[in-house]
């Protein structure tokens, strides 16, 4: 066996991008299985900060490929002016990044019908990122869409035109005001397209064969947070494409025997970017404060995002869909200063207390159950070791190891690279 995941086991934005450019040395493969650029996937070295939404998070390391699977979306633009930002870095791209020829291509028009869908549902806006990622999944289930192999073909300008037709007549029956220039659009469009024909376009499930083949060891990067599959997570208020373990199969062409290590990652509280339900949300300063010191302002959109407290049972929920082995801890650091910590351990629902996910996840539905544990004041930024670690927050971590039933790994204490803490 010698695929590895990593996957969001909240609402997205735990920090997998930081993790995977930690643990990349170690792999020779790092993949994206899934979601496209709604991802937002910081890291942080050397003093420098970068985001990525498409290109996988090994991409800086040397010796590694990275691989955008079958499963993903693509902006051509967005991913071109990834690129672009990599310049000064002297990455080959050509050789280190590798792109599936059945990854599907989000033309400017998923981007308009996106937008459409949004202003028609008004107050019960999804809260998307607005990347087109759910109209062009819905061209791909609907077998309507655009891959990447379809670019090898001279015929591509006419399958484009003929699905930007259907998209504009079907933004008509929205009956929303959206204002665009299409040309403009196209112009950009196309110019990216130029662009991205000049990198590796691979058949990846066969490559992912080979390479296992050959005793490779492949890390598969999620994007998002097992709380917005679209099958398991607060549905309508999800993204389009399956989050947990399960996607990293379809979303590469994976044997799901293949698959060993499922590595799940939380951030010490909860955060949660758009619309949807958020049992343990704050409106309070103490929310307040969580969002000051973490800095919780989207990656993708710079949108505010909402902060809680942990919820065990929603961790709960996600770790047993992808049979999570491993846990790590993010944000530890964030939690320092807060005199006492509250877990959610279980909820009250139409007047039981339940410890699974239940179906109807509206927050008035649900009243967390919580167990309060004492807090920490020592800043944790430049702790390197597991005995330096003040012994509330150990406390915190046998707690959750113990309610979960998965051991805690790894502990971050900081956006940096080197600011992780292996147990
Ligand atoms: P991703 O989408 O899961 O990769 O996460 P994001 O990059 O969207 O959001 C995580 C944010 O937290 C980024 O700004 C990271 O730089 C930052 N971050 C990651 N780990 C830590 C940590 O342990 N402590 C602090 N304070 N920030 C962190
Ligand atoms: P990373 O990989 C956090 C959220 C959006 C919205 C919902 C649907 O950085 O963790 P979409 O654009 O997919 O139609 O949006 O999902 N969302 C994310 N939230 N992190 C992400 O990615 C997200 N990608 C999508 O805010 O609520
Ligand atoms: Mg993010």
Same mark, same amino acid.
């Given at each position: 066996?010698?695929?590895?995941?990593?996957?969001? %086991?909240?609402?997205? $934005?735990?920090?997998?991008?930081?993790?995977?450019?930690?643990?990349? &040395?170690?792999?020779?493969?790092i993949?994206?299985?899934?979601?496209?650029?709604?991802?937002?996937?910081?890291?942080e070295f =050397?003093g420098?900060?970068?985001?990525?939404?498409?290109?996988?998070s090994?991409?800086? #390391? &040397?010796n590694?490929?990275?691989?955008?699977?079958?499963?993903?979306?693509? $902006?051509p633009?967005?991913? !071109?002016k990834?690129?672009?930002a990599?310049?000064?870095?002297?990455?080959?791209?050509?050789q280190?990044?590798?792109?599936s020829?059945?990854?599907?291509?989000? *033309?400017?028009?998923?981007? %308009?019908?996106?937008?459409?869908?949004? %202003?028609?549902?008004?107050?019960?806006?999804?809260?998307?990122?607005?990347?087109?990622?759910?109209?062009?999944?819905?061209?791909?289930?609907?077998?309507?869409?655009?891959?990447?192999?379809?670019?090898?073909?001279?015929?591509?300008?006419?399958?484009?035109?003929? %699905?930007?037709?259907?998209?504009?007549?079907?933004?008509?029956?929205?009956?929303?005001?959206?204002?665009y220039?299409?040309?403009?659009?196209?112009?950009?469009?196309?110019?990216?397209?130029?662009?991205?024909? !000049?990198?590796?376009?691979?058949?990846?499930?066969? /490559?992912? /064969?080979h390479?296992?083949?050959?005793?490779?060891?492949?890390?598969?990067?999620?994007?998002?947070?097992?709380?917005?599959?679209?099958d398991f997570?607060?549905?309508?208020?999800?993204?389009?494409?399956?989050?947990?373990?399960?996607?990293a199969?379809?979303?590469?062409g994976?044997? &799901?025997?293949q698959?060993?290590?499922?590595?799940?990652?939380f951030?010490?509280?909860?955060?949660?970017?758009g619309?949807?339900?958020?049992?343990?949300e704050?409106?309070?300063?103490?929310?307040?404060?969580?969002?000051?010191?973490?800095?919780?302002?989207?990656?993708?959109?710079?949108r505010? #995002?909402?902060?809680?407290? *942990? $919820?065990?049972?929603?961790?709960?929920?996600?770790?047993?869909?992808?049979?999570v082995?491993?846990?790590m801890?993010?944000?530890?650091?964030?939690?320092?200063?807060f005199d006492?910590?509250?877990?959610?351990?279980?909820?009250?629902?139409?007047? =039981?207390?339940?410890?699974?996910?239940?179906?109807?996840?509206?927050?008035?539905?649900?009243?967390?159950?919580?167990?309060? *544990?004492?807090?920490?004041?020592? $800043? *944790?930024?430049?702790?390197k070791?597991?005995?330096?670690?003040?012994?509330?927050?150990?406390? /915190?971590?046998?707690?959750?190891?113990?309610?979960?039933?998965?051991?805690?790994?790894?502990?971050?204490?900081?956006?940096?690279?080197?600011?992780?803490?292996?147990f």
């Open positions: 066996m010698s695929v590895d995941l990593l996957l969001g %086991l909240q609402w997205g $934005d735990e920090g997998k991008g930081k993790i995977v450019d930690v643990l990349t &040395p170690k792999y020779d493969i993949a994206r299985f899934q979601g496209g650029p709604n991802a937002g996937h910081t890291l =050397e420098v900060k970068h985001v990525l939404h498409t290109i996988p090994g991409i800086f #390391r &040397p590694v490929i990275n691989v955008i699977g079958n499963g993903v979306v693509i $902006d633009i967005i991913l !071109q990834e690129i672009e990599l310049d000064p870095f002297g990455i080959d791209i050509k280190r990044l590798l792109i020829r059945k990854a599907h291509i989000i *033309l400017p028009t998923h981007r %308009l019908l996106d937008q459409a869908s949004e %202003l028609s549902k008004g107050k019960a806006k999804i809260g998307s990122t607005l990347k087109g990622i759910g109209p062009c999944y819905m061209d791909k289930t609907g077998r309507n869409g655009l891959r990447i192999g379809d670019l090898e073909h001279p015929n591509f300008p006419e399958l484009y035109r003929e %699905l930007t037709d259907k998209h504009l007549s079907m933004i008509g029956f929205f009956k929303v005001s959206l204002e220039d299409l040309k403009k659009l196209e112009e950009e469009f196309f110019a990216a397209i130029e662009s991205l024909k !000049q990198l590796t376009f691979i058949d990846s499930e066969d /490559y992912f /064969y390479a296992q083949k050959e005793g490779k060891k492949i890390l598969a990067e999620g994007a998002q947070g097992s709380m917005l599959d679209i997570g607060t549905y309508p208020f999800v993204t389009s494409s399956n989050t947990t373990a399960s996607g199969c379809t979303g590469l994976i044997a &799901p025997n698959i060993k290590n499922v590595m799940g990652i951030k010490a509280y909860t955060t949660r970017v619309s949807g339900s958020f049992p343990t704050l409106f309070d300063e103490t929310g307040e404060k969580i969002a000051q010191i973490g800095r919780e302002v989207g990656a993708t959109t710079g505010k #995002r909402r902060c809680g407290w *942990l $919820d065990l049972v929603a961790l709960r929920y996600a770790i047993r869909l992808s049979g082995t491993q846990l801890m993010m944000k530890a650091d964030v939690l320092s200063g006492t910590l509250k877990v959610c351990t279980a909820y009250l629902y139409r007047g =039981e207390t339940i410890e699974h996910f239940p179906y109807a996840t509206e927050t008035e539905e649900i009243t967390p159950i919580y167990t309060e *544990l004492k807090g920490w004041s020592s $800043d *944790l930024s430049a702790i070791s597991t005995h330096d670690l003040p012994k509330e927050l150990l406390d /915190y971590i046998r707690f959750i190891e113990k309610e979960v039933e998965v051991p805690i790994t790894l502990v971050s204490v900081g956006a940096d690279r080197t600011q992780t803490i292996l």
